[in-house]
């Protein structure tokens, strides 16, 4: 069907609450990582999804969180400024009546961009009973005047229909943002350095993983095959870390690199072999220019 209407719409939260599960939950595929860890997302990445003759733009943005760095402000800049420039957004919490500062000033936010608000209770599978909902629901309601209120389970596909159906009232006269059969606006390049960077936040533990930067040196088709090849070199930010990457004769870095590639295989639909260099780039987090050198940049 011709797209004759758009909304773009920002998911905005808290880390953690299921942003990027929710973006490729509605997408119908994988356009953004997801791990247990806080702080996963760190760019603004768009996932494209059609249903009748609407196109809905899903802006995942970084969790909002009280920023340590620079590479945090970046974070919390991309936030800010994707609230402000939307039809809509969808304030992403989880089934609980505890309001974090990270609500507080999201709310804030939404309040001065002017743009309509669906509150939107993920993990809803969490709960025992539905009944729970309603506290969440009272306590949010004397906050803000949001549009509507939907419980979801981005994990189970639930109550995706009755999101859309919302979001369909904010939907504009356009015609399509982006191409038909598109579902990211994320270079294949940069896709290939989130999924090194998504099994490093799962093999890893503590600060590591949040100390990586993923640059891709090389990402070629090899001659006259499907086969892709792609060489990254990962950042980190002390020769502690360096070693505790690479693992007993590399027996972490290959964990690594196979974790990456299996899901840069999916993505790609070709076989990819994939070589990944740890070097140590103190203090990168706190540096403009590497910060801009990764593509951390407004
Ligand atoms: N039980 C349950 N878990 C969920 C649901 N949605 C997401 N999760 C889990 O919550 C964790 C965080 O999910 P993400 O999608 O990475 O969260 P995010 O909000 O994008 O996080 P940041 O990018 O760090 O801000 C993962 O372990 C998900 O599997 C849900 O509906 N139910
Ligand atoms: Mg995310």
């Known amino acids: 069907m011709e797209v004759k209407k758009t909304v ?3 998911l905005a939260g808290r880390p953690n609450v299921g942003k990027s599960t929710l973006t490729n939950a509605i997408v119908g595929e994988k356009v953004s990582i997801v791990t247990d860890k806080p702080q996963t997302t760190r760019h603004r990445i768009c996932g494209v999804r059609q249903r009748g003759d609407i196109q809905f733009v899903l802006v995942d943005t970084p969790g909002f969180h009280k920023a340590q760095n620079r590479l945090g402000d970046y974070m919390d800049g991309v936030v800010r400024a994707a ?3 939307v039809d809509a957004v969808m304030l992403l919490i989880e089934p609980s009546e505890k309001v974090t500062k990270a609500e507080e000033l999201l709310i804030e936010q939404i309040k001065r961009s002017g743009a309509p608000c669906i509150l939107v209770i993920n993990k809803a599978d969490t709960l025992e009973n539905k009944e729970n909902l309603l506290p969440v629901i009272a306590k949010y309601s004397t906050l803000y005047d949001f549009d509507a209120i939907v419980p979801v389970s981005a994990r189970e596909k639930d109550g995706l229909e009755v999101l859309l159906d919302e979001l369909s009232k904010f939907a504009v006269e356009s015609p399509p943002l982006f191409p038909e059969g598109e579902t990211s606006d994320q270079p294949e390049k940069q896709m290939m350095a989130e ?7 799962k093999c890893l533990d503590k600060e590591i993983p949040h100390g990586i930067a993923v640059e891709i040196e090389k990402f070629s088709q090899r001659n006259s095959t499907d ?3 792609c060489e990254a070199v990962v950042y980190c930010e002390k020769a502690s870390h360096k070693g505790m990457i690479i693992g007993k004769q590399g027996a972490m870095l290959k964990k690594i690199s196979t974790m990456a590639r299996l899901e840069m295989e999916k993505y790609m639909g070709a076989p990819v072999y994939v070589r990944i260099w740890v070097r140590v780039k103190e203090n990168w987090r706190d540096s403009l220019s590497l910060l801009k050198n990764f593509g ?3």
């Not at 999924?195 to 936040?201: F, H, Y």
């Open 8 to 10: 773009m719409v920002a």
């Open 195 to 201: 999924l090194i960077r998504e099994a490093m936040l």
């Open 296 to 298: 951390y940049e407004q």
């Open 83 to 85: 609230v402000g420039d």
């Open 227 to 229: 086969i892709v090849d």
